[in-house]
């Protein structure tokens, strides 16, 4: 009796620890489709969509010094609730957005009784899950690693961008997420780079897309990536390397408590579900300005990107500041040694002549600090709040409207946090902000509205540089359309119409003008010179000067990354539909373009040689009565197209 009242019990503890073992809870989205299901026991996750695996086993949990949070957890609690949050945005693929999730969150605590939360959001579109301390504790903690993963199944493809080892490059200015896409790639291809590979991180397991990236980052935690190495295709979380910090700064996150992580955000669906969505601003912090009188979206001209560093003397900005006020653009930006070639007091000079002619100032800065070892000035301006508040008086009183901050040195916090402290100094004194050599934005754009735009891209300025870059550029402004600036604006610095000085310019001129309406930045960049577009037919500079500054919807037409983008972007009644054929292939086009039938618009594409104007021809089009338009691409061409 009592061998067998000693097994019953013994078989009764176990059961438990079992139970608590396998105990799974699920989330799913609001139309039933995508399945989240956890086990916070076993420290695992994994996703299905229409009842198909989209992510396996993946793993969950954050290492701190003081604790381990990745096993042995005991589930304390639970809670449940549906999310519907409406949010606008100005510089984006819609204005006016509603993000409506269901949300689970799961308390527990460990064997010596340190507590963490999971929050998981599944939406539609995707979902995301982030990690919470409730505890309040005003000791200082830190993390040693986040062991969270993305585990795919077999046969998953993968577009991917290397990130940069630190402290390589052009004076020692990477990371700067400025690398070619691999394209296509079998899940578990190692990085090139031990830095591993950076967000967003596109992936394409049997008909579903997935895009993998982050946002809610705040001062109090480091950027992450992927790690180098996915064996079986699971992809790990990946700090920044020892570099990329301020000296004397945080590189790995730490923080009192209570402590909220990033979101790490999982979009799902078909390839329109993933180009249209607003998952990455919509677990984004919501707007921490209160005046956004001064926050205008618009289009710059700009010198340096054609004209190079020759160019930023006084005589040919004033050029320039004629230019964009004749095409109807908002800005023109002054590049890198504006203060020694022209100075702060002709500068002023230059900032009120454009005032007068409704143009606004843009101001090149050096970020650094110790971290680079780029020589151009102004530089070490913006290190300190005291420094900031002195440099953003100053241009303030001269009429500034914005200032673009290059060469920054990586995802470690004390750099993170620094981006944190420049918009908020900016936003006092009414300054837009625009990042280059820099991180990827991560919905940064939502909580500070005067982040316009960030470079983080390879972007037009490598096409001048070489004919390599030229060479590769319809395929990779193709991806970096679909990928990079799926859910951040990015600076790419896209269009020249005529021609990019000792380089064959290996796309249409059509295909440039398209990159006008494909690309999204709250302050677009353009290339093209005064000179270059005096070549340009009137159609064409009409089409420039009334083209929106802003885009109240999205709707993804086609496209394949790298190959083909196809979108339709709105403001006001005016529809804009465009096209960019990324590869040197002839292709034709039947589009679904319901939305627009028996609509009659004006079509910029690329012509024949006896019909064509330096490149173009405009035409009227009208959508059929199904809805169908048929487009003819050349190699490396593109369109526009215009209905109302």
């Not at 002549?353 to 301006?381: E, H, I, Q």
């Not at 550029?473 to 000792?502: E, G």
């Not at 910029?604 to 048929?630: M, P, Q, T, Y």
Request: with cysteine; hydrophobic share 40%; charged share 25%.
């Amino acid at each position: 009796m009592k061998f067998i009242r000693l097994f019953i019990i013994f078989t009764l503890v176990n059961t438990c620890i079992y139970a608590q073992e396998t105990l799974s809870y699920d989330v799913s989205s609001p139309d039933g489709k995508i399945v989240l299901t956890c086990n916070p026991a076993q420290g695992t996750y994994s996703i299905t969509r229409s009842k198909k695996t989209i992510l396996q086993n993946s793993k969950l949990g954050i290492i701190r010094e003081d604790e381990d949070f990745t096993r042995s957890l005991k589930v304390v609690g639970t809670a449940e609730r549906k999310l519907k949050e409406a949010y606008v945005m100005r510089n984006a693929k819609k204005k006016s957005i509603t993000y409506t999730a269901n949300e689970l969150a799961i308390s527990t605590k460990t064997p010596t009784g340190k507590r963490m939360n999971i929050i998981f959001r599944v939406s539609n579109d995707g979902a995301a899950f982030r990690y919470e301390f409730p505890e309040k504790d005003s000791s200082l903690r830190k993390i040693q690693s986040e062991q969270t993963s993305f585990h795919f199944p077999e046969g998953t493809l993968a577009w991917l961008q290397a990130k940069a080892e630190a402290q390589t490059g052009f004076e020692h200015t990477n990371p700067s997420y400025e690398v070619y896409y691999n394209m296509a790639i079998p899940v578990g291809t190692p990085s090139p780079s031990a830095n591993g590979w950076v967000y967003p991180a596109l992936f394409k397991t049997g008909d579903t897309w997935v895009m993998l990236t982050e946002a809610g980052l705040e001062r109090n935690y480091c950027g992450t990536a992927l790690q180098r190495l996915s064996p079986g295709g699971e992809y790990r979380i990946n700090f920044p390397q020892e570099a990329e910090k301020i000296k004397g700064g945080a590189l790995y996150p730490e923080s009192t408590l209570p402590w909220i992580t990033p979101w790490r955000i999982i979009a799902i669906g078909d390839l329109a579900t993933i180009m249209e969505s607003t998952l990455g601003t919509d677990l984004a912090p919501a707007s921490r300005l209160k005046d956004l009188s001064f926050v205008k979206p618009g289009k710059a001209a700009w010198s340096w990107v054609l004209e190079k560093d020759k160019a930023t003397i006084y005589p040919v900005q004033k050029k320039y500041i004629d230019y964009a006020a004749d095409m109807n653009w908002q800005y023109c930006l002054i590049d890198a040694n504006w203060d020694e070639t022209i100075g702060y007091d002709s500068v002023a000079v230059l900032a009120d002549y454009a005032r007068k002619k409704n143009v606004g100032m843009l101001l090149w800065y050096n970020s650094a600090g110790d971290w680079n070892t780029v020589k151009f000035t102004p530089r070490d301006k913006l290190l300190t709040h005291e420094k900031r508040v002195k440099e953003f008086s100053r241009l303030e009183d001269m009429g500034i409207k914005g200032i673009k901050i290059d060469f920054f040195g990586g995802d470690g916090q004390s750099m993170i946090a620094y981006y944190h402290d420049i918009l908020t100094d900016a936003a006092a004194h009414h300054l837009l902000v625009n990042f280059h050599g820099a991180t990827l934005p991560r919905g940064l754009q939502r909580t500070y509205p005067n982040l316009m735009t960030a470079e983080a891209v390879l972007g037009y300025e490598m096409i001048t540089f070489g004919q390599d870059a030229a060479n590769k550029a319809p395929q990779h402004m193709v991806a970096s359309a679909m990928i990079r600036n799926a859910f951040d604006p990015m600076d790419f610095t896209p269009m020249c119409l005529y021609k990019i000085p000792n380089i064959e310019r290996r796309t249409t001129a059509a295909f440039e003008l398209a990159t006008a309406v494909a690309f999204l930045s709250g302050i677009q960049h353009y290339a093209e010179t005064p000179d270059g577009m005096s070549h340009v037919p009137v159609e064409v500079k009409d089409f420039l000067k009334a083209l929106p500054s802003q885009w109240d919807d999205v709707k993804f037409i086609d496209g394949y990354p790298g190959k083909l983008y196809v979108v339709a972007r709105k403001s006001g009644s005016k529809w804009y539909v465009t096209g960019l054929n990324g590869e040197p292939l002839d292709k034709s086009l039947s589009l679904n373009l319901t939305f627009l039938k028996n609509k009659t618009g004006k079509l910029i594409s690329s012509g024949n040689n006896n019909d064509s104007h330096n490149g173009f021809v405009a035409k009227e089009i009208k959508i059929s009565a199904s809805g169908e338009l048929k487009i003819d691409l050349k190699k490396n061409d593109g369109f526009v197209a215009v209905f109302e």
